[in-house]
Structure formats: structure tokens, C-alpha cells
């Protein structure tokens, strides 16, 4: 390559990273505020983050259209491609983030005026506290190119897995103490998959990192905890993403 191609090409990589940490943050954004509407009953809040997912699409539509062209434009190899396809990877992930916060946004619409003791969703809060963490170390793991970072994000995953199991269960306990919470219990235990899989987004943009970064996989199991498929119960009125 030519000394202004280097350059050229240097400058593609650096703005399509740019495009990934602007996407970041605003899937992180959406998961802040979806969260938030559910604590404060703030249907407002909610409606803003079913809207703004277009946003969070619109960019991961355009890393994928960038970094396909400078693939096929410069032919790159070894870390620089595994940039580009790492900035594809991530993106897919960020993407669906924003799919799983506008899901709570509906969750959010969808028990409006319902009996919602605030009890409910404190353990909801307390992991998406948790997610939320994760999501931010391992976007940080991204914008330093830190692996390390980025395999103990990938190393905490079972703990939400835990959360979400112990969540699961007490959601169902407060489904047969009281039948008034029926209704709102299924819609939260909906939430709080869905903040769970966000997690698991972590975890998958965690292992997109360290592979970005080092060029190898992360050689261990990935750890998981979540045993409450284990449990077999019927939800009724299921929101569809």
C-alpha cells in the first residue's frame, strides 16, 4: 500500500470503530431508560425507547454497509480484519440490545394502571444494575482494545444467570401468595429475561473483543447458571418484539 492508502484506509477503521462506540452508547442509553420507565411507571419513558430502536437499527445497518466495503475496497488481513469483522459482530449484538429494551418498553406499556406493588421490581433493578455494568466494562473493553477487560466481563456472566434464576423464583412466589400480582408478575419475569439476554449480548460482544484483540478464542466454557427453563410454566400474553 501506498502511504496515502494506509493513511486512507487507517482513517476507514478508526471512523467505523467511532460508529460502533457511538452504538454502544446509545443501545446502553435505550437499556437505562427502558429500565427506568419500568421502576417509574413512566409509560412516556417507554414509548421514547420503542421509538428511538429505530435509531440504534439505522446505525448497525450502516457499520455492516462500511465494513463490508473496506473488506471488499482493501482487502485487509490478520487484526485488521478481525476489526472489521469484530465492528459487524458487535454491532449485530448492539443491535439486538436495543431490541431487548424496546421489548421492555413494551413490557412497560403493557401493565399501565395494573396493581404493581413497587416490591415487584426491585429485583428487577438490582440486575439490570448488574447487565448494565457489564454492558459499560465491555464497551470499554472495545474502545481500549483491553482483553483482559473483556474476559472478566465474559467471566461474570454466570452471576446474572444466578440472579435471574432467584428473580424467576420469586416472582413465582409472588404469583401464588397473591393473585392480583399474577398479571403483572408474568410481564416482569418477561422484563427480566429479556435484561438477562442483554447479559448474554455482554458476554458475546466480551468474546468478539478478546478474539479482536489477541486472535484467539477464549479457551473455557462459558460459564452459565440460568436453570429456570428447568421449571415448566405457561405465561399468558406474551408481547412479541
Not at 24 to 43: K, Y
Not at 102 to 119: D, T
Not at 207 to 221: C, D, K, L
Request: hydrophobic share 45%; net charge negative.
Amino acid at each position: 500500500m501506498t502511504e496515502h492508502t494506509v493513511t486512507a484506509f487507517d482513517a476507514e477503521l478508526k471512523e467505523i470503530g467511532r460508529k460502533v462506540v457511538e452504538m454502544g452508547g446509545q443501545a446502553e442509553r435505550l437499556v437505562i431508560d427502558a429500565v427506568n420507565a419500568l421502576i417509574r411507571r413512566d409509560t412516556a419513558l417507554a414509548h421514547r425507547v420503542i421509538l428511538l430502536d429505530a435509531s440504534v437499527d439505522a446505525i448497525q445497518r450502516e457499520i455492516e454497509e462500511k465494513s463490508i466495503l473496506v473488506i471488499a475496497k482493501r482487502q485487509p488481513m490478520a487484526v485488521d480484519l478481525r476489526e472489521l469483522v469484530a465492528a459487524i459482530r458487535i454491532a449485530s449484538d448492539l443491535e439486538r440490545i436495543g431490541d431487548l429494551a424496546k421489548n421492555v418498553g413494551k413490557r412497560v406499556l403493557a401493565i399501565e394502571g395494573e396493581y404493581h406493588p413497587q416490591k415487584l421490581v426491585r429485583g428487577v433493578e438490582h440486575m439490570s444494575d448488574l447487565v448494565l455494568e457489564q454492558l459499560k466494562e465491555v464497551l470499554d473493553a472495545y474502545a481500549g482494545k483491553d482483553p483482559a477487560k473483556a474476559l472478566a466481563v465474559w467471566r461474570r456472566d454466570s452471576g446474572i444467570d444466578t440472579m435471574y434464576t432467584s428473580l424467576f423464583r420469586e416472582l413465582l412466589t409472588y404469583m401464588m401468595e397473591d393473585p392480583r400480582n399474577i398479571s403483572v408478575c408474568t410481564h416482569l419475569l418477561f422484563c427480566a429475561k429479556n435484561i438477562e439476554r442483554i447479559g448474554d449480548h455482554a458476554t458475546n460482544i466480551a468474546e468478539t473483543v478478546y478474539y479482536m484483540v489477541s486472535g484467539e478464542t477464549i479457551a473455557e466454557e462459558r460459564p452459565k447458571a440460568d436453570i429456570s427453563s428447568e421449571t415448566n410454566v405457561a405465561f399468558p400474553g406474551h408481547v412479541q418484539g
